[in-house]
């Protein structure tokens, strides 16, 4: 996959190695610093990490006790360099104003075109792709990093494909433009014009990016392999696997986990055993505190002794435990409602905002930014994890931290609490994951809003979107972005589509095209331990059909076989290779208004002159074709509102 012609065009078009040319750029009081500043004699160190990584650390302090420090890491596998800056005062008073702090530099290519996402606007409209001409600045809508701007994205040059992303868990922007050297990139906070107080830092996004001297196909599969080669996470250093979850939430009607109980937990998870399901994880969302059936009253993270009093969490965990499964418990560090304990018993940790009325808003925003508030999260969130053996951190983030931070910041300090919130963010995961080898972190902030570059270096986002759960189409536009940038990721088998067909008060119950629907290396079952037997009687026959699946989806390539369009009248159909094995499966779905009754597959990346054997989900019909014959297609008929999927594999 990776050739010297990629390296080649890495060396070609990144002008960023002399000191000179480093990507840095801020205004410092009445100076235009650009590139590495001549008065910060630089002492240049260079580490290995890990294997296949080297970085290149350059430091220097002005004359006034501004520290400088840049990061660059290098891949010697892939085509990949990646840049971050830290500012830090040293000196015993304020800096000067610190302005527009970015990265900034030039690619050696005379023209390009952007091609990029609006990341998850949690309406019908996310996770749409365009493609626009230069100039172009773009940036997400509020304090999260994926609402209205993907911090992923490709420019397409002369010389080959650039995949570039941006790692900030608050708001960014980009800026891109034609100079005469080349394409100007620049990416920093989007507010930033702050001193900083002694001993605090100020950090640049990270930038990231891969330089790929062929297709897109080929430009998607290298950055696929190089995010499961050195992104992401292995937790206690083993790769992670598809994994099944399960979870009993709506009890008594009520919403998430608010009615959730020892008591019924454990009774489900019986059930499901009882009748031959057994999750890889269970999942317990929000609600499990004291809440009053409301979820959204965070901010008291201890569980409900009513509704958990025996040993509270544990006798669920260690039920868990027995059977080799892990347990995933939901959080909201960051939000804490009026009159919670966070609230209550700290609120000098608390931000606060006025409503458009003039009324205080209920929510308050935890300030990560403060390290006796970040230590202290630290340090309980640590306690419940240990106490109660949770495997999977669940964290979730449900409103627009960015009026918090602008209502609380002076004129000479715009910026800085979000940076310092930032950084704590980080801070926090980064001692969570320390103190539990092991332990994995979900990343959600109301679904898909925040998951940049240096979050999915801690985390994976199984809950990826809170739109759509059982609108299909909707599904495969939303799966497409995240094969291409994310590829670790969960979804739900949820059916919309029969809205009647339900069990007790489980509505929206799967069928056999909604698993297909919901292929993905992570997957949710939403068939309720009550189902009768012929839902789990499906559930036990498609399980295993998704979890054989999903092994392809993280050690294969991804071909895109169709486009996509999020319409009910169209096929949608991609394709998980494996070079190494000559091996893989294809996915054809036929949505719900679909008038056509047969579908070309045309499958890619085969050996022309190699036999491969086609075969479909249940045995019961095989097939043996050339890699040319595949290549030129094969006709399947499929009926609307079905689906298939055949592996293959090389015979010959």
């Known amino acids: 996959m990776v050739t010297s012609q990629d390296f080649a065009f890495m060396e070609r078009a990144l002008a960023w190695r002399a000191l000179k040319s480093l990507p840095l750029c801020f205004q410092y009081g009445a100076r235009l610093i650009c590139g590495w500043p001549s008065e910060a004699t630089p002492t ?117 494909l650039i995949n570039l992303a941006v790692g900030w868990p608050t708001q960014w922007e980009a800026r891109f433009a034609l100079g005469e050297q080349g394409v100007q990139i620049s990416v920093g906070q989007k507010r930033c014009h702050t001193v900083l107080r002694p001993g605090e830092t100020l950090r640049t996004p990270r930038l990231t990016l891969q330089f790929c001297a062929g297709e897109e196909n080929r430009a998607t599969n290298l950055w696929r392999r190089w995010y499961f080669a050195h992104v992401l996470p292995r937790p206690a250093g083993q790769p992670l696997r598809p994994l099944l979850c399960l979870h009993h939430l709506g009890c008594d009607g009520k919403p998430e986990a608010t009615a959730a109980s020892e008591e019924n937990q454990l009774h489900a998870l019986r059930e499901y055993l009882r009748n031959g399901l057994q999750p890889d994880v269970w999942w317990l969302d929000a609600g499990w505190y004291p809440c009053d059936f409301v979820w959204t009253y965070t901010g008291t993270w201890i569980p409900d002794t009513a509704r958990f009093p025996r040993g509270l969490l544990r006798p669920i965990s260690n039920k868990l435990h027995q059977h080799g499964m892990s347990f995933l418990l939901w959080f909201e560090p960051e939000r804490a409602q009026a009159g919670s304990w966070l609230a209550e018993n700290h609120p000098e940790w ?36 240990k106490q109660y053996r949770i495997g999977i951190y669940r964290q979730d983030f449900n409103f627009n931290p960015a009026p918090f931070w602008q209502e609380n910041e002076a004129p000479n300090r715009i910026g800085m609490l979000e940076n310092l919130h930032g950084q704590g963010y ?27 570059m240096e979050t999915m270096r801690r985390a994976v986002p199984l809950h990826y979107t809170d739109m759509g759960y059982g609108n299909h189409p909707l599904k495969q536009l939303q799966h497409r972005q995240m094969f291409e940038w994310i590829p670790y990721f969960r979804a739900h088998n949820m059916n919309w589509l029969n ?5 007790g008060t489980e509505k929206y119950a799967p069928d056999e095209f909604s698993y297909y629907a919901a292929l993905a290396p992570c997957l949710t079952d939403v068939t309720p331990y009550f189902a009768p037997p012929e839902a789990f009687a499906l559930a036990r026959r498609m399980q295993p059909i998704w979890r054989r699946a999903a092994e392809y989806m993280l050690s ?14 169209d096929f949608y159909a991609m394709q998980f290779h494996c070079a190494k094995s000559n091996e893989g499966f294809a996915n054809i779905v036929s949505n719900v208004c679909n008038e056509e009754n047969a579908f070309l597959l045309r499958l890619q990346a085969l050996e022309p002159q190699a036999l491969y054997r086609l075969a479909d989900a249940g045995d019961t019909q095989t097939m043996e074709y050339t890699g040319a ?24």
């Open 44 to 160: 240049i160190t260079k580490t290995q990490p890990e294997a296949h990584v080297c970085q290149t650390t350059v430091y220097g302090v002005l004359a006034d006790g501004l520290e400088i420090r840049m990061e660059c890491v290098e891949y010697t596998d892939f085509p990949v360099v990646e840049y971050i800056v830290f500012l830090t005062n040293r000196s015993a008073t304020d800096s000067q104003l610190v302005d527009s702090l970015c990265l900034k530099g030039e690619i050696t290519e005379k023209s390009a075109e952007l091609i990029h996402g609006n990341g998850d606007t949690v309406r019908p409209d996310g996770y749409r792709w365009q493609r626009d001409a230069l100039p172009l600045a773009i940036s997400p809508v509020d304090g999260t990093s994926c609402n209205g701007a993907f911090p992923y994205m490709r420019l397409a040059t002369p010389g080959g």
């Open 350 to 385: 608390m931000l606060t905002r006025h409503l458009p009325d003039g009324a205080l808003d209920f929510d308050r925003l935890v300030n990560l930014g403060d390290p006796a508030c970040c230590d202290a999260l630290i340090d309980h969130v640590d306690a419940l994890i």
């Open 629 to 652: 014959q595949l290549a030129d297609g094969i006709s399947v008929s499929i009926a609307a509102h079905s689906a298939i999927v055949y592996f293959y594999q090389k015979i010959g």
């Open 426 to 452: 980080l801070r926090y995961w980064d001692a969570l994951l320390a103190r539990n080898p092991g332990l994995l972190i979900d990343s959600c902030a109301s679904g898909g809003r925040r998951n940049d």
């Open 499 to 503: 809205p009647d067909h339900t069990y």
């Open 556 to 569: 294969g390539d991804y071909y895109p076989l169709t486009d996509c369009r999020a319409d009910s009248r």
